[in-house]
């Protein structure tokens, strides 16, 4: 800019202009304003008046002229020149207007307002008015503050958005050169400058750039680029813009820029390939051509600017324009932008091959119509440009598939064809490129995706122009003109006058003859210029003349369509607003379908280019076959190609979009002139401003503005702002606000010509309210300096005073000085000074003055202090009146808030039936849905079949074209040629038949679909209806606080934004369909993934449970051996036995060889076995090893498939983003063919009814859509956290996997040394050891249990004894806290209850711990016995490791729940002890001050006594006014204090109500909440009780069956049944000291049900006895299960006595079978028989046993009925205390209305004895002693009162320490039954403890049983052999084989200790 001082190019200095001599001239020569031709207007002076005719001389000439009276135009006085705002000109005229403009712009000032709008004239020259020191001039002032400018536009606008939350709009129109273009960029640069987040509004700073964020700059760097591919040189301006833009920019609520978006229209795509005379194409190329370098020449291939045939002027200089550093601005724009450097090369790329594209020389051939192409040079550089094929290229231009019927055809192209498809495709992807430029401007600067508060739109776009031939580009110009037009009409003339209308105010309405609806009517209305153009696109013969003579047939009757005069050139004309405009029809269809080659377009999107494909791929474009077959015209006739869509119908849904956004705004109006062609400065054109201001419509403004009001204000503002003008003249109180305002008008003296009075504003016209305004600044600054003049007057008086005090002081002073000095030797003054002390009259004289003046002092303070005292006892009085009111409210407020808790719960159910209404409602919504769906879909069957008649008829068409062509190509058979002619007119005629019938399908088809879209309108207006009746239930409080301007605007915002609101909402439910779908899928693979880790999970926590077992029997077997060492020598004699018994047998068998051999086999087959089994466990473990890398594999594996899966996703809802425009353009275009359908059939009215019945609906929609996006999206990141977490977790079971793996190997490894360190020992040793040391262990186990009995036992005593003590206190405590309960009750309450609550919830935590920590046990120890069955011990062990994780988090959620309530109590507990203390206090400083009370009245009583006798004897007044001065102080500070006091107690007093009440309602809310959630835990842990009993009743079934497998030997079961009754005797006993317990507690329960009579002891035994049913139901259900377990055993015990028997039956067989053989078995027969013995007594104890089972059966029924009886006794106690606590209730409520009505008698008492005093001090003389007796009277009644204040207090202060002690005593008895639980705790481990032990000792008996067996195998196995080798044995001799023997002995004997050793390693 140039540099200079802004202000002479802002403003003009006043005191120049209003100069007294031009002032004079005027008034005297009476100038005017007469029309002239070359000026538009000149001034003269009239010289004479002749009828209509005046003469008239010119000043500049002084010439004279005749001119009409009518022509001459008045001239505004000379202040009034260069005036800021011409709606202030007094004369407003065309001529004004004009001489105002001229005359500010020869000054340099180029912006003038004109009412609403600023006027701006074009300089031609840089002017130094737009530097950051203007903007900061401008920054936050209002428009009348600061000289006219377009910055103060936009900060009016800016000010308005962020005050009134208003979007706003800022229109720049004018015609090409004006500046619109200047005064847009400037208006984003302030808007960026003042908007910026980064301190914007600094002054200081040097450069716009450095304070603005990057979002600030992109937006100022928008500009450049646009400018570039946008803008070009044209004859009336350097710098035009060749399309119309409207940037709307975003603000968030604190008005900082958030985003912006740019939308064009109508891109001059036409100047590429061709210009005018000295214009220039757009910028970019002459910049890339200039700009690069030589590098970059090289890659984009670029050529001599002079080289190019679409540049057709060549290199056109610009003045004052540098292309290469316009090019680097570009290219800096872009990086500024976010463009990176590949997508920059691809642009310029492009621009390159379109500038390549004009030189393709085409030519044609001589014997045929086919154009060629010689060079293909130039073509193998655009394809290398555009990623295309040469060849495919080449014959796509010039020989073009055509698609005849369903074949395609290719045909020849001319010359002329070819170059006018060249021309379109280069103009096809420059306008491509440019709407790709621009879309990727807008997402750069759109950062809020729509989400800014508000916005202002700027809209730059060319004006209104009249060439002398226009085309179709110009009439949409035109067109957009007309509805910009209508706006400002609407906005500026029609709600101007509608507001007076609506005020009711007195108006002459104007018609100003701009109705433009007619003309916008003829170009976009059904049958419209718009529309018949269109229709003629869809013909294939129509051509431009068609267009014509239709329009012309059409619209010949209307006003504003004329036809011209045939000499004219022009086809049609239009009359505009602005006037009359000739149309030239000349490619206008070309125009409107933009054809373009298909087969070029479909190598384009299928480019190897990527950047091509992307800027093609959602091409919908006509294509050049359309354009093909007719010679008659250029480019032959077209045939309908598909669903396009035309450059008309494209550009009216633009403007109707725009028009929508910008009624929704509220508009501010800049208007461009053009002052001259010549583009001089300093020069205007007259005529040609004077066109353009009729053209935009700123006469019309500025006179409806000077005619109108303009100014307006609300009654209350004015009167609040203005009143200050009228004092006195508004009386105080209220009234209405017009009449306050017609009397401040009256005051004002206003003339009535000036203002208006309405119904809720008044309106001024302009420049009222600035005069008002500086009258009340006026006014203000007189107030302000009278107010300062007062108070100097008041200083310098007080200090006036002062100065006279000490000079008075001085000349005191000084006369006493001089008096002194004369006499102070004088010896008679001496003498008078030594002896005047000693006179006592003389000093009486002045003691008695001296106490006189001190008397009437303090009689004078006293009548203050009497009269201050009246006031404060009154002031006391209505203090006490306000508490009683307040008192009454607080009731009255009560009893409301119960009304509104009533309310409420009738409201809840209300809503609850609303809500199963709205079910109902939405049920059917759904089916109507669905019925919607399915219209869809028949619908688009009926479009499919359109389509399928569409293509039917182009198939007619293609064979109809084919042949015309046969018909050309066979022209030299003449004859055949009218043959065929006549065939094919038949056919033709058949064609067009079959035509017609076709189009009447189609007809039919389109009425059949209205007709469905009507049906499915009809059911959107049912469920609309429904869901408005639902939600006008709701709404009605809103509508009815909402106004009617609101409804107005949700009008016109419903009619605009519903279209958009529909494609939204259809692509949104499809997206969330397609989101719901993927979402299940990815949920139920999610869900297949966890299930399968959770079992892989279960699978290694079973195999680390089985390593830990086998290390417990490792632990086990090294113990054993330690033992077995120990007890080694014990056992030898039993091995000598056994081995005496081996000789005895060895000795029959020594010359068996064989039998040798078969217990060499036997023993190899033995190991052999024994390695089986190791490699079998190496298998085993070989195999789980393989299997949980399977399992971790596969688990990888999901994982990577889930992680590809959300990629895929991902990648998904990207092509379904980039597919969502596609998306919405094919769905617009559907839409558009159905309105084309409908849109003669529907009427508006209709619409507008539908569109406001669906609002509500969309909006909901729209909501919930969001609503479930954004639900979608936190569950999918919820998901990839879950994944992440599953992976950690997968890692962590891995690693633990690996080390379980490494110590079962190591493990493996140690039993099998333990194993060949047993292999020495035999498996009797181990038994006995087992056996002897788990007896011990048990018999050590139950003497503990014993002694822990008996320890409870003594606990339980002592607990008895306490509580009986306890007891006993509490009784004798009774008779002192009936009376405290009243005041504590509440409280106390609700803290018992939350006690009880806490007590149940904690006894049912406790009591689910021990049920889980019982199952817990049993099934370790089932898991324990299940070790055997792998298989089955893994599902086993998933099963209850997954039950374990369930009871694990139910614990930690009771605990958590616990201790959550735990707090809560104690916060409880907490507030209400402080509460009862603030009560103690505050009740303690009330005594304190009525005390205090009381002694202050009887001083004061004293003290007037002693004032009487003073007055009655004034002698002795001088000896007490000392005292009277001390009492009345003590008196006035006592009052003040017991004040002071009185207040602060009632303040604390009602906030302690406050309090109370609030603490009241909120826990009576808790409460409710708590028995709530405690029902519903309750519910819950019954559930999972049951599952658990099932759960465990099926692994007792699985238990049952493996005892049954398990149950073979009989032997044991006489220890077994022996330990068990020991066990049992010692569970007995237990039982019996538990029931010795529980009787002793049902005792001292006793005692408390008889002591507690009162209703908190009622309460606690309540409680004791709730507490003790639920104990006995829980003992009843452990007896139930105890039960169930003794008839288990029972018959388990049963089944093994019968297998007993069986056995002693087969053992009988065998004995008889074997009687027969030799007496080496009579030893084994022996043995045998006394097994039997054994075996039949164990089976006579069985039969003991279980008679002792039914036995305990039967005591255990009993005990069962005893329980029930007990529970029922508990029930019925429980419902007499239930009502004994309900007459107690009622009883403390009595007491309580009893306690409000003493508290209502003690006030009324007190209120009256004040009053009685406020008597009494007033007539204090008279009637002393009667007050005296009252006030004796009312002291004993306040002695009363206080009294039972002090016994009210002392009786709450021992509630609250019986309360305390309560509580202590519940928590006691809370830790005893903790202790009690405890203690079961243990004994029941107990109890499981010698359960493994019975189990560990019937594994051992298990292990005897079968080496027993293995023995009788053996010995059978030798029996048999026996037998064979029975006859070799008798045949040899005694000598001869004793060494033999004594050998084959030593040998067996080896031989039968190693199979044992064997045989035990297997074992172990």
């Not at 003629?536 to 209307?558: G, R, S």
């Not at 933009?594 to 006509?622: E, G, H, M, R, Y």
């Not at 208006?756 to 001024?764: A, E, L, P």
């Not at 619908?939 to 062509?965: F, N, S, V, W």
Request: net charge negative; with cysteine; proline share 2%.
């Amino acid at each position: 800019m140039a540099d200079g001082d802004p202000s002479k190019y802002l403003s003009v200095d006043r005191t120049l202009i209003n100069d007294p001599a031009s002032q004079a001239e005027w008034t005297a020569r009476k100038l005017i304003w007469v029309p002239d031709e070359n000026h538009g207007f000149v001034s003269a002076s009239i010289k004479s008046e002749k009828g209509d005719e005046v003469t008239v001389e010119i000043v500049d000439t002084n010439k004279k002229r005749v001119v009409q009276k009518d022509d001459i135009q008045k001239m505004n006085p000379p202040k009034f020149n260069k005036v800021e705002d011409m709606a202030e000109l007094t004369c407003l005229n065309e001529a004004s207007v004009l001489h105002n403009l001229k005359d500010r712009y020869y000054s340099g000032l180029i912006y003038t307002y004109s009412g609403l709008f600023c006027v701006v004239v074009n300089p031609y020259k840089r002017l130094p008015i737009y530097s950051d020191k203007v903007i900061e001039l401008y920054k936050g002032k209002k428009r009348h503050e600061v000289p006219p400018h377009v910055y103060a536009i936009t900060d009016t606008a800016y000010r308005s958005m962020l005050q009134d939350r208003e979007d706003q709009s800022i229109l720049c129109t004018g015609e090409s050169g004006a500046g619109k273009t200047e005064n847009t960029k400037k208006v984003i640069q302030y808007l960026a400058y003042v908007a910026a987040r980064q301190g914007g509004g600094k002054a200081t700073t040097p450069t716009l750039h450095a304070i603005q964020g990057e979002l600030e700059a992109q937006l100022l760097q928008a500009n450049p680029i646009l400018e570039s591919f946008g803008n070009a040189k044209t004859v009336k301006n350097d710098n035009s813009s060749r399309f119309g833009k409207f940037i709307r920019i975003n603000f968030d609520t604190s008005g900082y820029i958030s985003g912006a978006s740019i939308e064009t229209y109508l891109l001059e795509k036409a100047r590429v390939v061709r210009q005018a005379d000295t214009e220039r194409t757009f910028h970019i190329f002459y910049q890339l051509l200039h700009g690069s370098t030589d590098e970059q020449k090289k890659d984009w291939l670029l050529e001599n600017i002079n080289d190019y045939e679409f540049l057709s002027n060549g290199h056109v200089p610009v003045t004052g324009v540098d292309d290469i550093q316009e090019f680097e601005a570009t290219i800096e724009a872009f990086d500024i932008m976010g463009v990176s450097p590949e997508d920059m090369g691809s642009v310029m790329r492009i621009v390159s091959a379109v500038l390549l594209m004009g030189n393709l020389k085409f030519k044609q051939e001589r014997s045929s119509d086919q154009a060629t192409l010689p060079d293909t040079t130039v073509l193998q550089k655009l394809c290398h440009l555009l990623g295309l094929n040469v060849t495919d290229m080449m014959r796509a231009l010039l020989k073009p598939k055509l698609k005849v019927g369903r074949d395609f055809v290719t045909k020849a192209q001319t010359q002329e064809q070819v170059e006018f498809a060249t021309q379109a495709l280069s103009k096809a992807i420059y306008e491509r490129l440019f709407k790709w430029i621009v879309t990727r401007i807008n997402r750069s600067l759109d950062r809020t995706k729509r989400t800014g508060a508000s916005f202002i739109g700027i809209l730059d776009i060319a004006g209104f122009e009249i060439f002398k031939m226009n085309s179709f580009e110009q009439m949409c110009i035109n067109y957009t003109n007309e509805k910009l037009q209508q706006l400002f009409n609407h906005t500026m003339f029609i709600l101007e006058q509608e507001e007076y209308q609506r005020e009711g105010i007195e108006w002459k309405f104007i018609d100003f003859g701009l109705d433009l609806q007619p003309c916008i009517d003829l170009i976009e209305k059904p049958m419209g210029v718009l529309a018949l153009l269109d229709e003629e696109c869809w013909f294939p013969k129509a051509t431009d003349k068609t267009l014509v003579e239709k329009l012309v047939k059409t619209h010949i009757e209307k006003p504003n369509f004329k036809k011209p005069d045939f000499r004219e050139d022009a086809d049609f004309s239009i009359i505009h607003y602005a006037g009359k405009v000739d149309y030239c029809s000349t490619q206008w269809l070309v125009k409107n379908m933009d054809p373009l080659n298909d087969n070029v377009v479909s190598f384009l999107q299928n480019s190897s280019d990527p950047f091509v494909c992307n800027i093609w791929k959602d091409a919908t474009i006509v294509s050049m076959s359309a354009l093909a077959g007719d010679s008659s015209s250029a480019f032959g006739s077209r045939t309908r190609k598909g669903m396009f869509r035309t450059v008309g119908q494209l550009y009216k849904e633009q403007l109707s979009k725009l028009m929508v956004t910008l009624r929704n705004t509220n508009p501010n109006f800049v208007r461009c002139i053009i002052p001259n062609h010549e583009k001089r400065a300093g020069k205007i054109a007259s005529n040609l401003v004077l066109e353009q201001l009729r053209c935009n419509g700123v006469l019309e403004g500025i006179r409806i503005c000077r005619q109108g009001f303009p100014n307006r204000i609300v009654f209350q503002e004015f009167k609040q702002r203005y009143e200050l003008l009228t004092p006195n003249v508004i009386p105080k109180g209220f009234m209405d606000g017009k009449k306050a305002v017609e009397q401040m008008i009256n005051a004002l003296e206003l003339d009535p010509n000036l203002y208006r009075v309405g119904q809720s504003k008044i309106f001024f016209r302009a420049g009222v309210l600035a005069h008002l305004e500086e009258e009340r600044d006026l006014k203000l600054t007189d107030i302000i300096i009278r107010f300062q003049a007062h108070c100097r007057g008041v200083l310098s008086r007080r200090n006036y005073q002062k100065r006279m005090q000490q000079q008075s002081a001085i000349k005191i002073i000084q006369r006493n000085c001089q008096a002194y000095l004369k006499l102070r030797n004088w010896p008679w003054w001496r003498l008078f000074t030594k002896v005047k002390p000693l006179l006592q009259v003389t000093r009486q004289d002045d003691e008695m003055h001296t106490l006189e003046d001190k008397l009437n002092k303090i009689q004078d303070k006293l009548e203050t202090t009497e009269k201050d005292y009246t006031e404060m006892e009154r002031k006391y009085q209505q203090i006490l009146e306000e508490k009683s009111i307040l008192a009454e409210q607080l009731q009255a407020e009560a009893e409301l808030s119960a009304e509104a808790e009533e309310m409420r719960a009738k409201l809840a159910a209300k809503k609850q039936e609303l809500e199963e209404i709205l079910h109902d409602m939405e049920s059917r919504i759904e089916e109507e849905e669905e019925r919607g769906t399915q219209l869809s879909t028949e619908k688009k069957k009926m479009t499919q079949h359109i389509q399928d008649l569409e293509e039917q008829l182009e198939e007619e068409e293609g064979a109809r074209q084919k042949l015309h062509l046969d018909k050309v190509s066979a022209d030299a058979k003449m004859k055949k040629l009218e043959e065929d002619l006549a065939l094919l007119e038949d056919n033709h005629m058949k064609l067009s038949k079959e035509r017609k019938s076709l189009e009447e399908r189609l007809h039919d088809a389109e009425s059949t679909v209205v007709e469905e879209e009507e049906k499915s309108k009809g059911l959107m207006k049912l469920k609309s209806r429904y869901e408005s009746s639902i939600g006008e239930l709701e709404d009605k409080l809103r509508k009815e606080e909402k106004g009617r301007g609101d409804v107005e605007k949700s009008k016109r915002k419903i009619e605009t934004e519903l279209n958009d609101l529909r494609e939204q909402i259809h692509e949104l439910k499809q997206q969330v369909e397609e989101l719901r779908l993927q979402l299940a899928k990815k949920e139920e693979e999610l869900i297949a993934a966890l299930a399968r880790i959770d079992e892989e999970t279960a699978a290694k926590n079973a195999a680390q449970k089985a390593l830990r077992e086998l290390q417990n029997q490792t632990q086990e077997l090294e113990e054993d051996l330690a033992t077995e060492k120990a007890a080694r020598s014990k056992a030898e004699k039993q091995k000598k036995d056994t081995q005496e018994e081996l000789e005895a047998i060895k000795s029959e068998l020594e010359d068996s060889v064989e039998v040798t051999a078969a217990q060499l086999e036997l023993r190899n087959k033995r190991e052999t076995e024994l390695t089986d089994m190791k490699k079998a466990l190496e298998e085993e473990t070989r195999a789980h090893e393989t299997h949980v890398q399977e399992l971790r594999h596969k688990n990888n594996h999901a994982v990577e498939e889930l992680t590809e899966q959300l990629e895929t996703v991902k990648r998904a809802k990207a092509s379904l983003e980039k597919n969502k425009s596609s998306l919405e353009s094919s769905n617009a275009e559907v839409n558009n063919d159905l309105k084309a359908v409908q849109q003669a059939k529907q009427e508006s009215e209709r619409k507008r009814k539908n569109l406001e019945a669906q609002l509500s609906e969309l909006n909901v929609r729209l909501t919930e859509t969001d609503r479930a996006r954004t639900d979608f999206q936190d569950r999918c990141t919820k998901l990839q956290n879950e994944v992440e977490s599953l992976s950690q977790q997968l890692e962590e079971v891995d690693m633990k996997a690996s080390s379980a793996s490494k110590e079962s190997s190591s493990l493996v490894a140690q039993l099998a040394e333990v194993q060949e360190n047993l292999n020495d020992e035999t498996r009797q040793k181990l038994a006995l050891n087992t056996k002897l040391r788990a007896s011990e262990d048990e018999r050590e186990q139950l003497q503990e249990q014993l002694d822990e009995e008996e320890q409870s036992k003594n606990n339980l005593q002592r607990q008895v004894s306490s509580l009986q003590t306890q007891l006993a206190d509490f009784k004798k405590k009774m008779d002192e806290d009936t009376a405290a309960l009243e005041t504590a009750e509440e409280g106390k309450k609700k803290n018992q209850k939350e006690v009880e609550a806490l007590q149940t919830r904690l006894e049912e935590a406790m009591a689910a711990m021990e049920k889980l920590d019982k199952t817990k046990h049993r099934l370790q120890g089932e898991l324990d016995d299940a070790v055997v069955d792998l298989e089955r011990e893994r599902a086993s062990v998933n099963s209850l490791e997954k039950k374990q994780k369930k009871f694990d988090a139910l614990l930690a959620e009771e605990k958590s729940e616990k201790d959550r309530l735990a707090t809560e109590r104690e916060n409880i507990e907490r507030e209400s002890r402080n509460k009862e203390t603030k009560v103690i206090s505050l009740t303690r400083e009330l005594e304190d001050l009525q005390d205090q009370l009381a002694e202050s009245e009887r001083v004061r009583k004293a003290q007037a006594a002693e004032l009487d006798d003073h007055l009655s004897n004034k002698d002795d007044v001088g000896k007490n006014v000392h005292e009277l001065e001390k009492a009345k102080k003590a008196l006035e500070s006592q009052m003040e204090e017991m004040k002071t006091q009185v207040e602060e107690l009632e303040d604390e007093l009602t906030a302690t109500e406050d309090a109370k009440l609030r603490l009241e309602v909120n826990m009576q809310a808790a409460k409710t909440n708590f028995d709530r959630e405690l029902a519903n835990k309750e519910e819950q842990n019954e559930e999972k009780r049951r599952s658990l009993i099932r759960q465990l009743r099926e692994m007792e079934a699985e238990l049952e069956d493996e005892k049954k497998l398990r149950s073979t030997a009989s032997g044991s079961k006489k220890k077994l049944e022996g330990e068990i009754k020991d066990l049992e005797g010692h569970v007995e006993s237990a039982n019996k000291a538990k029931e010795d317990a529980i009787r002793q507690l049902r005792k001292a329960q006793a005692h408390m049900k008889e002591m507690l009579q009162d209703l908190d002891e009622a309460r606690a035994s309540k409680d004791d006895l709730a507490a003790s049913a639920k104990e006995s139901e829980r003992k009843f259900k452990n007896l139930e299960a105890e039960h169930m377990q003794l008839q288990e055993d029972l018959a388990t015990a049963e089944r093994q006595r019968r297998n007993a028997e069986s056995e002693r039956d087969e053992l009988q067989e065998e004995i008889n079978n074997n009687s027969s053989k030799g007496s080496a078995l009579s030893d084994e027969k022996r043995r045998l028989d006394q097994r039997i013995s054994q075996l039949e007594e164990d089976l006579e104890e069985e039969q003991s046993n279980v008679e002792m089972m039914i036995e305990k059966e039967k005591k255990l029924n009993a005990q069962l009925e005893s329980a029930t009886n007990e529970l029922s006794s508990e029930r019925s106690t429980a419902q007499r205390l239930e009502s004994a606590k309900l007459m107690l209730e009622r009883q403390n409520k009595d007491l309580k209305a009893k306690l409000a009505e003493e508290e209502n008698s003690g006030r009324l008492k007190s209120k009256a004895t004040i009053q009685q005093l406020e008597g009494k001090v007033l007539q204090l003389e008279e009637q002393l002693e009667a007050e005296a007796k009252e006030r004796n009277a009312a002291s004993k009644a306040a002695r009363r009162a206080d009294k039972k204040v002090r016994e009210v207090a002392m009786q709450v202060e021992d509630e609250r320490r019986h309360a305390d002690q309560y509580k202590d005593q519940v928590d006691k008895v809370n830790a005893r039954v903790k202790a009690l639980k405890r203690q079961l705790d243990e004994s029941e481990e107990e109890c499981t403890r010698a359960n493994a032990s019975k189990r560990k000792v019937q594994r051992d008996l298990d292990d005897q049983v079968e080496a027993c067996e293995a023995l009788q195998r053996e010995v059978n196995s030798l029996k048999t052999r026996l037998r064979t080798a029975g006859s070799g044995l008798s045949s040899r001799s005694r000598y001869g084989g004793g060494s033999s023997r004594k050998q084959g002995l030593d040998s067996t004997s080896s031989a039968g200790e190693e199979p044992d050793g064997s045989e035990g390693g297997s074992e172990n």
